[in-house]
């Protein structure tokens, strides 16, 4: 069953045409890059498909579902590109977390210390344990990261969305960052979609890549799809020999 | 001469709802804080008195008709924002101005001095009856039950909406439950503290709570703690100053805040 098929997908705003007839769909277990210039409508797919942006026209499945079936949240993770949030809100890692995790009203002691626990394993799972008792607010940017994975996979879901999530961030922030994400899709099976404007990001690591300028202009395997003709038709001329430093790289 | 005063039924009940709405106004005054919801907290307790004069006008009970109103204009606002690409702000600001000149003009075509409808601007801690502490504690109760049971849709939703959304939480319905649930704990403090001020009872302890906690339990906690402290110490010091209890109940939890302010700056 494919992960996420997306399929005729149109968004406008203001009579302005965001994304067109975006066809695409992705096997489970993949890691999927999505790139493109400032605008082409990277962010507005994903929370297209996340239902955060209504579409005038198209399907979005995941996992076989629409988007809004009560079930599929919990198979949907999500890390924004900037996270919103009061930094001056007095909220620990650890409640942050325990926010996350369906709620229950009456929790049994037994319920809450498995809670605790699994709370614990994901901070591991992140190198984070030492974050636990620390404010949200006073998390440096690779920190907030890692906490922001931490909380998307919680609820053990079976996608995950990263929105640049190494933006802003330090390189062996981000380094640490992507050999977690590639970690946790080769041990638990997550299938990866990553939105991101380092091509080297996008050779290392990504089996498939979508290039979108408003449409779909590429989808397949990076070294098959990132030619030269293509990189310049989504970036422009001044992008054309990044393509060559990039295949030297690897 | 408290003791004295503590002998009379009217003063006794006056400290009991003081410590009820001090408990209840912070719990909800904690999510107004950290959304940033103070001006749709005053707009709220400027509708309930448009909801007054309509219910002197039509001879209707005043409270449940400052409940309707109050609910309704929360509905309108928070529609309003949902539905257009006006500020939020903005919204407020027309529904404030809507609300403060109806009831003006509807009191004015009034014949007449109503001296208990201007004792809703003020409030009159002194006056609560059997029944008004009976319907604070319902009200109170079934705040804080709801409030418990919904904590963590309504804590994911106050942190970040996109994210509350994307993990299933049904943003819409969560966000006219507070706004509900904010019109109501505003209406029924009204007679304690008046419409004036009840704004003040809700943000001020929870604003100073959240200038000292390090986390959610204390935030909760401080923000109760400094709302019963400030109704306690407040209608005490209205007593022994003989001075109208709801502005002393709001500058001792002023006096508070400042602390904590100064206690934040200093760690």
Request: hydrophobic residues 50%.
């Amino acid at each position: 069953m494919d992960a996420l098929s997306v399929e005729n997908l149109c968004v406008t705003a203001n009579d302005r045409h965001l994304l067109e007839n975006i066809t695409f769909s992705i096997k489970q277990g993949m890691v999927v890059a999505i790139i493109g210039p400032n605008g082409a409508g990277k962010t507005t797919l994903v929370k297209a498909i996340l239902g955060l942006v209504p579409y005038q026209q198209g399907s979005v499945l995941i996992f076989g579902h629409p988007i809004g079936n009560g079930d599929l949240s919990s198979k949907v993770g999500y890390v924004p590109q900037k996270l919103e949030f009061d930094r001056s809100f007095p909220l620990t890692v650890s409640e942050l977390l325990h926010f996350t995790v369906p709620p229950a009203f009456f929790l049994p002691f037994h319920k809450k210390k498995q809670e605790d626990e699994h709370i614990h394993s994901l901070l591991e799972v992140v190198g984070a344990q030492d974050l636990k008792n620390r404010s949200i607010g006073s998390l440096s940017g690779g920190e907030l990261q890692r906490i922001m994975i931490a909380k998307a996979i919680v609820n053990d879901p079976k996608i995950l969305f990263l929105d640049e999530p190494a933006s802003g961030v330090d390189i062996e922030g981000q380094e640490r960052f992507h050999d977690l994400v590639m970690r946790l899709n080769r041990e638990k099976g997550l299938t990866v979609i990553l939105i991101s404007h380092d091509l080297n990001v996008v050779y290392r690591y990504a089996d498939d890549v979508l290039c979108l300028n408003r449409k779909l202009v590429c989808n397949g395997k990076p070294a098959d799809m990132l030619t030269d003709e293509v990189i310049k038709s989504v970036y422009g001329e001044m992008m054309g020999g990044y393509i060559h430093s990039c295949h030297d790289h690897d | 001469m408290i003791s004295e005063f503590m002998a009379y039924p009217f003063i006794q009940r006056a400290f009991i709802a003081s410590v009820m709405v001090g408990i209840i106004c912070p719990f909800v005054g904690n999510f107004v804080v950290l959304r940033k919801m103070s001006f749709f907290s005053d707009a709220i307790s400027h509708s309930a008195f448009a909801g007054i004069a309509v219910g002197a006008l039509l001879g209707i009970d005043l409270s449940l008709s400052s409940i309707v109103m109050a609910v309704i204009i929360s509905f309108i606002i928070a529609y309003l924002s949902e539905r257009t690409s006006l500020s939020h702000d903005t919204i407020i600001g027309v529904a404030f101005s809507g609300a403060i000149a109806s009831g003006m003009l509807i009191m004015g075509m009034m014949k007449g001095y109503r001296a208990d409808l201007y004792s809703y601007l003020f409030g009159d801690i002194l006056a609560i009856s059997r029944a008004d502490l009976f319907i604070i504690l319902s009200v109170g109760v079934l705040t804080v039950v709801t409030m418990l049971a919904f904590l963590k849709s309504f804590l994911q939703i106050t942190f970040n909406r996109e994210l509350a959304q994307v993990e299933g939480i049904n943003v819409r319905f969560f966000e006219y439950l507070l706004f509900f649930i904010i019109a109501i704990v505003v209406t029924v403090s009204l007679k304690i503290i008046g419409i004036i001020l009840v704004t003040s009872l809700i943000i001020v302890p929870a604003a100073a709570a959240k200038n000292v906690a390090a986390n959610m339990r204390q935030l909760f906690s401080y923000s109760s703690v400094f709302g019963v402290i400030s109704g306690i110490v407040g209608l005490a010091g209205s007593v022994y100053l003989d001075t109208a209890s709801g502005p002393t109940i709001v500058l001792v939890s002023i006096g508070i805040f400042i602390v904590t302010l100064l206690k934040s700056r200093t760690v």
